[in-house]
Nanobody
């Protein structure tokens, strides 16, 4: 398993920006993908963005053109740059990693979450 620690959440006004970071630690055979999910009160957790192989990215339609996911392999860190934030982006944001451990079994790891609040 990987241990994931998010940081960078907070309160921001509509139209503002935030950058989330997710630091990964631990040793696994392979990480196939990392991503960011979010969960707003009363709603299901949803995929925001994911990055596979360090280069292939995928975004929810609601954040396309506003959010950018990136990965720094030497630092074992994934970032989510969020621009033009809207009140509907308010949620707890979770970092996610999927891959295979040294027992050659698939794993999924989650961070503890970081709160993002967009409000004037």
């Amino acid at each position: 398993q990987l241990q994931l620690v998010e940081s960078g959440g907070g309160l921001v006004q509509p139209g503002g920006s935030l950058k989330l970071s997710c630091a990964a630690s631990g040793s696994v055979f392979r990480v196939n993908a990392m991503g960011w999910y979010r969960q707003a009160p009363g709603k299901q957790r949803e995929l925001v963005a994911s990055i596979t192989g360090g280069v292939s990215t995928n975004y929810a339609d609601s954040v396309k053109g506003r959010f950018t996911i990136s990965r720094d392999n030497p630092k074992n860190t994934v970032y989510l740059q969020m621009n033009s934030l809207k009140p509907e982006d308010t949620a707890v944001y979770y970092c996610n990693a999927e891959g295979r451990n040294w027992s050659f079994k698939d794993f999924t790891s989650w961070g503890q979450g970081t709160q993002v609040t967009v409000s004037s």
